[in-house]
Nanobody, 127 residues
């Protein structure tokens, strides 16, 4: 079993920045990919970003490219999402996700490919 805990979500003004962090814990984590998804009120959960085990492969949804950066520190089992130039449409609950096994860009944004999920951290961007 894997546990994921997110932190860093808060209220921020449009144009501001936030850094979300996710910590994974559990026995024998092995090699795993990580992802961030978000869900705004009244909408479906959507893919935001993903990163492979080595940190050499990343994928982003188009609307966050150039503004968000995903990174990871395997020594601490953490995955961060640096979010810059935030917009009101970025308002959502952000979820960390864990995928066992290999990462492929093709499947990076597929929600069903992830095995474990965090509880989410809310981000509100005011205009």
């Amino acid at each position: 079993q894997v546990q994921l805990v997110e932190s860093g979500g808060e209220l921020v003004q449009s144009g501001g920045s936030l850094r979300l962090s996710c910590t994974a814990s559990g026995r024998n984590l092995g090699r795993y990919a990580m992802g961030w998804f978000r869900q705004a009120p009244g909408t479906e959960r959507e893919f935001v970003a993903s990163i492979n085990w080595r940190g050499t492969g990343t994928s982003y949804r188009d609307s966050v490219k150039g503004r968000f950066t995903i990174s990871r520190d395997n020594s601490r089992n953490t995955c961060d999402l640096q979010m810059n130039n935030l917009l009101p449409e970025d308002t959502a609950v952000y979820y960390c996700a864990f995928r066992e096994g290999m990462w492929t860009e093709t499947l990076a944004g597929v929600e069903s490919e992830y095995d474990y999920w965090g509880q989410g951290t809310p981000v509100t961007v005011s205009s």
